[in-house]
């Protein structure tokens, strides 16, 4: 019988600032992620292919009032050329992420590029499953989410950034409603989606109490997918010089990968970028924790300087990720989608 954990139980490992307790954390952690979800790490190639945005999120550097970033949008064609090439390599699954748009035309040529990637890489596969494609390009219309769905994705990550929505009003100008949030991860779950959803860890005005909330609301919505990552200050935005929380973010994001791993032991959990960014043991230190998916970056060279959501951003090499992911003693879960094993259990239990 799977554990169920009190708010004082979490408050209590949250505001806890012994290492020692951290170091049992993630053992614990680590111990359940192998008998929930196995060693397997899986990657998604991160293609991250418009900063183009209409949107202008407190803390985003590609947030549409930043001038100082370029703007880009790749071509449909270098678009389906990447994803070939993370299918030969062995990735198996896409994440398509971008800045956020409304524009009819635009998303007409994602389904369009998904399409395409769908039937491509089923054509070139010989398994014929093609490539596994999570989309993470923020709140559309229900109808636009289906019409990406009949074309092929099969997984969506938009995280709520703030569960408390006291909070979500102080990190969004007011245009932007938590309401449409909770509304758009509602729609993917109807539609049949993976949902993903997740947080930033350490943001101006975040307290132990949200994060404890934040815990409970993924179980209570339950999620497929975690994305959770520290939040890393941007010049180019308002939030930059705001006041931080007095918590570490870095082992604070530890912390709660750990325990999303043992409250909800067969989601996944993808080790962030943005973790990586902060502690050059990120990655180690997120897998420990419970983390099983990790994103190579393909976004070409040429446009990864614009892409900046945070400030001096990781990369490290895709075969530097699988060295590191295997030196680790996990084992890198190439040639298949890697799926959240949630997600088939929900499914059966409606049935
Ligand atoms: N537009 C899409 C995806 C791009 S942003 C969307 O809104 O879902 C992807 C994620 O980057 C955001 O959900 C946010 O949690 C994270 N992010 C943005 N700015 C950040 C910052 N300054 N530090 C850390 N993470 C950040």
């Known amino acids: 019988m799977q554990k169920s954990w009190s708010k004082q139980e979490i408050t209590g490992i949250l505001s806890c600032r012994d290492p020692h307790l951290l170091d049992e954390l993630l053992e614990a952690a680590d111990r359940c992620r192998r008998d929930s979800v196995g060693t397997n790490v899986y990657l998604r190639g991160l293609i991250e292919f418009s900063n183009e945005c209409r949107r202008n999120c407190y803390y985003c550097g590609i947030r549409k009032g930043n001038r100082s970033i370029s703007r880009y949008r790749l071509a449909a064609g270098e678009i389906v050329s990447l994803a070939m090439s993370a299918l030969d ?16 035309r635009e998303i007409n040529e994602v389904v369009q ?18 490539l596994g494609i999570t989309l993470s390009i923020g709140e559309l219309t229900y109808d636009q989410y289906k019409k990406l769905w009949e074309a092929g994705a099969h997984r969506y990550l938009l995280r709520i950034e703030a ?27 109807t539609i049949g989606y993976q949902v993903g959803t997740g947080i930033m860890v350490g943001l101006p005005g975040q307290s132990v109490n949200n994060l404890v909330r934040d815990l409970q ?35 604070m994001t530890l912390k709660i990968i750990a325990l999303a791993r043992l409250m909800m032991p067969d989601i996944n959990i993808v080790c962030s970028t943005a973790l990586q960014t902060l502690n050059p043991q990120g990655l180690e230190l997120g ?30 090499r895709p075969q530097e990720l699988i060295e590191r992911i295997k030196e680790s003693g996990y084992t890198v879960g190439l040639w298949t989608w890697g799926d959240s094993r949630h997600y088939a259990v929900r499914n059966a239990q409606l049935e």
């Not at 890489?121 to 398994?127: E, I, K, P, V």
């Not at 408390?164 to 449409?180: A, C, M, T, V």
């Not at 339950?222 to 973010?249: A, R, S």
């Open 113 to 130: 590029f998904v399409q395409a990637i769908k039937t491509q890489s089923q054509a070139r596969d010989n398994t014929g499953n093609g």
């Open 217 to 251: 609301f993924f179980v209570d919505k339950d999620i497929d997918m975690l994305g959770m990552g520290p939040y890393i200050p941007h010049p180019n935005t308002p939030l930059y010089k705001k006041q931080v929380p007095d918590f570490e973010p870095f082992s």
């Open 163 to 189: 569960s408390d929505p006291r909070l979500f009003s102080q990190i969004h100008p007011p245009g932007q409603s938590y309401k449409k949030r909770l509304q758009c991860l509602n729609d993917l779950k």
């Open 287 to 316: 897998l420990k924790a419970g983390a099983n998916v990790v994103m190579p970056v393909l976004t070409p060279e040429d446009n990864r300087g614009d892409y900046t959501l945070y400030d001096n951003k990781n990369y490290t």
């Open 89 to 104: 390599a062995g990735y198996s699954s896409l994440a398509l992420q971008s800045g956020e748009s409304d524009d009819p």
